[in-house]
C-alpha cells in the first residue's frame, strides 16, 4: 500500500489557485496531466472495493447459479455507496485545484458516508445490474419489440446517470437527509438539464462504446481497469460539479475556512 500512503509535509506539485481556469477540453487534459498518477490510483482503489460484486454478477449473467449469485452481488453492493461518494469527492477536489493524497482523502470520506450512502449504493447498483439484463434480454429477443424496448430503456439509463452524480455530491457536501438528498438531486438534474444530461452522454459514452464492440473491446480492458472509471467520472463531473458549486457555494466556503 506505499502507493497509497498518506505524507502530508510532501508538497503538491501543478497547482495554480489563481488566475483564470482553463475551460473545456483544455480544463480536461491539464487534469489528465496533473493528476494522472492520482487518477490511476483512485481507479485501482474503486476497482478492489466493487471487484466482489462485479464478480458476483458476472457469474450470474454467464448463468452460474444466476438467482443465488444475483443477490449475492446485491449484497456484496454495501460499501459501493460510500465508495462512490469518496471518488466524486476526491474528483471535485481536483476540479477545486486542492491538492491532497488520494488515500487519506478517500478514506476518510468513506468512513463519513459508509452509513448513509449504503442504502443509495445498494439500491444504484441494482438498477444498474437490472438495466444491463434488460440490455442482454433485448439483444437476444424479437427485432420488433428490441427497438420500442431499448429506446425505453437507453433514455431510463441516460435518467439514471443525470440523478445520480447530484445523490453523491450531496453526500460528500451536504448535511441533509437521503429523502431530502433525492428531492433535491432530482430537482437539479432537470433544473440544469442540458448539463445534466451532457454529464450523463459524456460518463456513459466509453462504457455503452465498450459494450456495442464487447468481446473485441476486451482488448482495451486493462486501460479501463487502470484509468477509465476516472476519466468517465471526471468527464461527467466537468459538466454537473459547476451549477452544483454555484447552487451551494462549495469553494467559496471552502476557501473562507
Request: hydrophobic share 55%.
Amino acid at each position: 500500500m506505499g502507493i497509497f500512503r498518506h505524507n502530508s509535509n510532501k508538497p503538491a506539485t501543478g497547482y495554480k489557485k489563481d488566475g483564470l481556469r482553463k475551460k473545456g477540453i483544455h480544463r480536461f487534459f491539464e487534469i489528465l496531466v496533473r493528476d494522472f498518477w492520482e487518477l490511476i490510483k483512485l481507479n485501482l482503489m474503486f476497482c478492489i472495493c466493487v471487484l466482489p460484486t462485479v464478480i458476483l454478477f458476472l457469474l450470474s449473467l454467464f448463468g452460474f447459479y444466476s438467482g443465488i449469485t444475483f443477490a449475492l452481488s446485491i449484497v456484496a453492493a454495501l460499501p459501493v455507496g460510500g465508495a462512490v461518494t469518496a471518488y466524486i469527492f476526491y474528483l471535485t477536489m481536483m476540479l477545486r485545484d486542492e491538492p491532497s493524497n488520494v488515500w487519506y482523502e478517500c478514506k476518510r470520506k468513506f468512513i463519513e458516508n459508509f452509513r448513509q450512502a449504503a442504502a443509495t449504493g445498494i439500491i444504484c447498483t441494482g438498477i444498474l445490474y437490472t438495466q444491463v439484463l434488460l440490455w442482454v434480454v433485448l439483444l437476444q429477443s424479437d427485432p420488433g419489440h428490441e427497438l420500442f424496448w431499448g429506446v425505453v430503456t437507453f433514455f431510463a439509463m441516460i435518467l439514471f446517470f443525470m440523478i445520480t452524480p447530484y445523490l453523491f455530491m450531496h453526500f460528500a457536501y451536504i448535511e441533509l437527509g437521503t429523502f431530502q438528498i433525492l428531492k433535491n438531486s432530482i430537482m437539479m438534474s432537470f433544473a440544469y438539464v442540458v448539463r445534466s444530461l451532457m454529464g450523463a452522454i459524456f460518463g456513459c459514452a466509453m462504457w455503452v462504446l465498450f459494450a456495442l464492440y464487447f468481446p473485441i473491446s476486451m482488448m482495451v480492458f486493462p486501460v479501463v481497469f487502470v484509468i477509465g472509471i476516472s476519466l468517465s467520472i471526471l468527464l461527467c463531473l466537468m459538466w454537473v460539479w459547476p451549477p452544483f458549486d454555484k447552487m451551494f457555494k462549495i469553494e467559496e466556503t471552502l476557501t473562507k475556512e
